[in-house]
T-cell receptor
Framework: KQEVTQIPAALSVPEGENLVLNCSFTDSAIYNLQWFRQDPGKGLTSLLL?????REQTSGRLNASLDKSSGRSTLYIAASQPGDSATYLC??????????FGKGTRLSVIA | GAVVSQHPSWVICKSGTSVKIECRSLDFQATTMFWYRQFPKQSLMLMAT?????????EQGVEKDKFLINHASLTLSTLTVTSAHPEDSSFYICSAGRRGAVLGDNEQFFGPGTRLTVL
């Protein structure tokens, strides 16, 4: 059974810092891994999706990497801004099964 | 990009009444739709998976008679919370799956969520 873990659970950084959010999964037989952002009381916004054959995906200041063999993914946020404050969730998809979510990392970027 | 809508975005109801939440994929046909609930400061908990034209598959601990799911078309799924009680108050989120180019691949797109408050 797939299990997804995110570390740290919460993170507070000053504006402008580069930061890394970590995600690990126990079953490396995944089709893809997605990173989402969730603002308080809101739904999920998909940030990046990495296919199992890919090693990273980039969108603006965000870069997500995937290492299937070690069961790890990271989300790198460059030059963080207060508007980046949110909960970041990663989720693994293993084919014909629902997404398995981590519990998320609550990010606070202090101006 | 693919868009998923939910209606209503929030609802307040009295205990004992039933509430229906709609989930629509607006610009693609969803092979599968998923329903999640989320309690404050918790991650999403999958409630059920529904495929168009067949019965939903419920996760362990989720009462199928209380949370009725209908997936009548490839673009619409509904969740009905029957005889709602205050403990059913939560944030309900749906997602719609779209097949990718790679066999077996599937990307999920999430609706904005519905906040249910049962008085």
């Amino acid at each position: 059974k797939q299990e997804v873990t995110q570390i740290p659970a919460a993170l507070s950084v000053p504006e402008g810092e580069n930061l890394v959010l970590n995600c690990s999964f126990t079953d490396s037989a995944i089709y893809n891994l997605q990173w989402f952002r969730q603002d308080p009381g809101k739904g999920l916004t998909s940030l990046l999706l990495i296919q199992s054959s890919q090693r990273e995906q980039t969108s603006g200041r965000l870069n997500a990497s995937l290492d299937k063999s070690s069961g790890r993914s990271t989300l790198y946020i460059a030059a963080s801004q207060p508007g980046d404050s949110a909960t970041y969730l990663c989720a693994a998809y293993s084919g014909n099964t629902p997404l398995v979510f981590g519990k998320g990392t609550r990010l606070s970027v202090i101006a | 990009g693919a868009v998923v809508s939910q209606h209503p975005s929030w609802v307040i109801c009295k205990s004992g009444t039933s509430v229906k939440i709609e989930c629509r994929s607006l610009d693609f046909q969803a092979t599968t739709m998923f329903w999640y609930r989320q309690f404050p400061k918790q991650s999403l908990m999958l409630m059920a998976t529904s495929n168009e034209g067949s019965k939903a598959t419920y996760e362990q601990g989720v009462e199928k008679d209380k949370f009725l799911i209908n997936h009548a078309s490839l673009t619409l799924s509904t969740l009905t919370v029957t005889s709602a009680h205050p403990e059913d108050s939560s944030f309900y989120i749906c997602s719609a799956g779209r097949r990718g180019a790679v066999l077996g691949d599937n990307e999920q797109f999430f609706g904005p969520g519905t906040r249910l408050t049962v008085l």
